[in-house]
């Protein structure tokens, strides 16, 4: 990567009602300004899963201008110019993502989808709690990393391993 200072990343879901949103939220807080996050999905289910509403308000984020958003509109010629792309669910991973003009940097950071968890209400904000933290460890180390002075083939394994963590 070059020496500037400022990313943008993009976090996929086919449905961007829960992982994504909230991958999208820890990482605008935790990037302290260096990030900008975006969220979308390859079929957006169009609202936000109420878990993950929950999830979010209960460690105070604001998610009155939450979205679920299709990602082609980060696939046009006017999107932000994305420098990262990090694809949440195995469906998502498997699929044929749109050309990215900026040609990000891509990694797999794939994690149980806790809106597929069925049961009790606890039994889901508990899925969605689980979700949460490991999405914020995993972000903690990404924003972490000395990323304009690694080259990008060892950032390229270094995300990779983020995703496996």
């Known amino acids: 990567m070059n020496e500037q ?26 990037g302290r300004g260096r990030f900008t996050a975006y969220s979308a999905g390859s079929m957006p289910k169009g609202e936000i899963h109420p878990h993950a509403i929950n999830t979010l308000k209960l460690n105070n984020f604001i998610t009155d201008e939450l979205r ?14 994305l420098d990262f792309v990090f694809t949440l669910c195995d469906s998502a991973a498997a699929e044929t993502c749109p050309v990215w003009p900026s040609q990000p940097m891509t990694a797999h950071w794939g994690l149980p989808d806790p809106a597929a968890v069925e049961g009790t209400d606890p039994h889901k904000a508990i899925a ?16 972490s990393l000395p990323i304009s002075s690694l080259d990008n083939l060892t950032l390229k394994a270094r995300l990779q391993d983020i995703g496996k963590a």
């Open 5 to 30: 200072t400022h990313y943008n990343v993009l976090f996929l879901c086919t449905g961007n009602s829960a992982r994504s949103i909230m991958a999208e939220c820890i990482l605008n807080r935790a």
């Open 128 to 143: 969605f709690a689980r979700a949460f933290g490991m999405l914020t460890n995993r972000i903690e180390i990404f924003v």
């Open 68 to 81: 679920s958003k299709d990602w082609d509109e980060f696939a046009q010629p006017d999107s932000p110019k």
